[in-house]
């Protein structure tokens, strides 16, 4: 995948509950992004980054924080998990020099009960 | 809001025909688009993409072609096999001023099924 690491692949937590979930690349790429993606929805982007400490929001980012104090590693927030917040989250890098094609990691599996 | 979406959600078809998966956006601005195929469990793979300056572009077994005038594009995936079975994305996005990209904006995806 591309030299993107994602943990956990699984996580099963409890609503309230705060989560963290990291993405490490060894591509040394500019771009990072997060998407989610459910069932009749595709894969919708959260946040996304240009940098280090560079980041925007996307189309769902609600709910979320990022952070991404080093080229590597992007890190996605949920300050207090909710039930709508279940779904499979990835991370995409990509070099940034355009519009052009990200890579993505095998994503992690996040269930909020 | 302007969004990418797939004509049809799943596409089924024999093992060694050739296979067209479709793809219609509404964003006139986009100038970049790519498809990818995702199997059960894994992340998207990268299969083609094609620049609004082209119309069709080819790679292995796969043929990707824009009609710009129509705002439609299409898959074309040739000697269809198992391996092939996988739901397929076509994205889009557009090209930032100051350069970089906000991401991709995804179709919803087609199922597609291959039958032995």
């Known amino acids: 995948d591309a030299g993107i690491t994602q943990s956990p692949r699984h996580k099963v937590t409890e609503t309230g509950t705060p989560v963290t979930l990291r993405c490490h690349q060894t591509?040394?790429?500019?771009?990072m992004y997060w998407y989610r993606q459910d069932p009749g929805h595709g894969l919708r982007l959260i946040h996304y980054?240009?940098?280090?400490?560079?980041?925007d929001k996307g189309e769902v980012s609600d709910g979320y924080s990022v952070s991404r104090s080093k080229t590597e590693d992007f890190l996605l927030t949920l300050e207090s998990a909710t039930s709508s917040q279940t779904s499979v989250y990835f991370c995409?890098?990509?070099?940034?020099?355009?519009?052009?094609?990200?890579?993505f990691g095998s994503g992690t599996q996040l269930s909020v009960l | 809001g302007e969004s990418v979406g797939l004509h049809l959600p799943t596409l089924s078809v024999q093992e060694g025909d050739n296979s067209i998966i479709n793809c219609a956006y509404s964003?006139?601005?986009?100038?970049?688009f790519i498809w990818y195929k995702q199997e059960s469990g894994k992340g998207p793979q990268f299969i083609i993409d094609?620049?609004?300056?082209?119309d069709k572009r080819q790679g292995q077994r796969v043929t990707v072609l824009l009609n710009k005038t129509v705002k439609h594009l299409s898959l074309q995936i040739a000697a269809t096999q198992p391996g092939d079975s996988a739901v397929y994305f076509c994205?889009?996005?557009?090209?930032?001023?100051?350069?970089?990209?906000?991401?991709?904006?995804f179709g919803k995806g087609t199922h597609l099924i291959i039958q032995p």
């Open positions: 995409a890098i990509s070099e940034g020099q355009g519009a052009e094609k990200l890579f």
């Open positions: 591509e040394n790429h500019r771009y």
């Open positions: 980054s240009y940098g280090v400490k560079d980041t």
């Open positions: 964003n006139s601005a986009s100038d970049y």
């Open positions: 094609i620049r609004s300056n082209m």
């Open positions: 994205a889009e996005s557009q090209a930032r001023s100051g350069g970089g990209a906000d991401g991709l904006t």
